[in-house]
T-cell receptor, first 111, second 111 residues
Framework: DAGITQSPRHKVTETGTPVTLRCHQT?????MYWYRQDPGHGLRLIHY???????DKGEVSDGYSVSRSKTEDFLLTLESATSSQTSVYFC??????????FGSGTRLTVV | DAKTTQPNSMESNEEEPVHLPCNHS???????IHWYRQLPSQGPEYVIH???SNVNNRMASLAIAEDRKSSTLILHRATLRDAAVYYC????????????FGGGTRLMVKP
């Protein structure tokens, strides 16, 4: 299994503050993804990356930006957090065998 | 995007086989059929995937209809730990290799 870690695991922040979530992988996989999951819903894609400095928008990208300056790190930034961005955020990588490995998630609460 | 249709929920008895259906009538020739499951408070976990032929691994079997418009995930002997939400997903090779999640099937396993 690819090593994938998300940090922080939990965060509470105030409306209007910037927040950055980190996804770190240990096996140099090319594709990385950020999803959000809200109660009673499946996961929705926010942004994805297909290489260093190569990123693209997903289904729900408004209010989010991403950066990938190194293969191993994919950062998700909320420039100015809003209550509607309270959610659980999952990072994923696509591995060599074509399966996808997900991180344990970051629970973000915007108050 | 091609979409999938799954029952909202299913029940099974422990130690019995479970057949989880998925309809994907608009599947294209380049779509891979992926199955993931999500246990409570965890990220999604890869189960199995295939293109045209039936597939087996240590977790499950995937039976794909000859016309590819439907598939069935087979858990050969359900355990209490198999209680989860199971997602059937079509992955488009030509669209960033992203996974687009639907609502999934909540599988309940009775002892």
């Amino acid at each position: 299994d690819a090593g994938i870690t998300q940090s922080p695991r939990h965060k509470v922040t105030e409306t209007g503050t910037p927040v950055t979530l980190r996804c770190h992988q240990t096996e140099n996989h090319r594709y990385m993804y950020w999803y959000r999951q809200d109660p009673g819903h499946g996961l929705r894609l926010i942004h994805y990356s297909y290489g260093v400095k190569d990123t693209d928008k997903g289904e729900v990208s408004d209010g989010y930006s991403v950066s990938r300056s190194k293969t191993e790190d994919f950062l998700l930034t909320l420039e100015s957090a809003t209550s509607s961005q309270t959610s659980v955020y999952f990072c994923a990588i696509r591995d060599i065998q074509d399966g996808y490995t997900f991180g344990s998630g970051t629970r973000l609460t915007v108050v | 995007d091609a979409k999938t249709t799954q029952p909202n929920s299913m029940e099974s008895n422990e130690e019995e086989p479970v057949h989880l259906p998925c309809n994907h009538s608009t599947i294209s020739g380049t779509d891979y059929i992926h199955w993931y499951r999500q246990l409570p408070s965890q990220g999604p976990e890869y189960v199995i995937h295939g293109l045209t032929s039936n597939v087996n691994n240590r977790m499950a079997s995937l039976a794909i209809a000859e016309d590819r418009k439907s598939s069935t995930l087979i858990l050969h002997r359900a355990t209490l730990r198999d209680a989860a939400v199971y997602y059937c997903i079509l992955r488009d090779n030509n669209a960033g290799n992203m996974l687009t999640f639907g609502g999934g099937t909540r599988l309940m396993v009775k002892p």
